[in-house]
Nanobody, 128 residues
Framework: QVQLVESGGGLVQAGGSLRLSCAAS????????VGWFRQAPGKERDVVAA????????YYADSVKGRFTISRDNAKNTLYLQLNSLKPEDTALYYC?????????????????????WGQGTQVTVSS
């Protein structure tokens, strides 16, 4: 059974930093593309960052480019999202997602329906 467990969220002041982690079990993260999404109250769930199975290609939403960094530690089977220069508009529930469907190793995916497994989410709240 595949499980994704996020951690690292919390309350932080604007300008601060957080590092989110997503620990995987029952599946090897490097076997597929993975990504981070977020959902604010009353809004749709949108992609924040994604990384290809090969790890060579990454995607960032325009709103987080230059501030967030996605990375993967294959030895720990864990996905990370480093959040720097946080803004109040970054406040949301952050989810990690894993795709186990076949795809090109260099492809990343930015639509939530393209992913197979989801974590339960970790809350990030940024105060002004």
């Amino acid at each position: 059974q595949v499980q994704l467990v996020e951690s690292g969220g919390g309350l932080v002041q604007a300008g601060g930093s957080l590092r989110l982690s997503c620990a995987a079990s029952g599946w090897t993260l490097s076997s597929g593309a993975v990504g981070w999404f977020r959902q604010a109250p009353g809004k749709e769930r949108d992609v924040v960052a994604a990384i290809s199975r090969s790890g060579d290609n990454t995607y960032y939403a325009d709103s987080v480019k230059g501030r967030f960094t996605i990375s993967r530690d294959n030895a720990k089977n864990t996905l990370y999202l480093q959040l720097n220069s946080l803004k109040p508009e970054d406040t949301a529930l952050y989810y990690c997602a894993a795709r186990i469907k076949y795809g090109f190793s260099s492809s990343y995916y930015i639509k939530d329906y393209e992913y197979t497994y989801w974590g339960q989410g970790t809350q990030v709240t940024v105060s002004s």
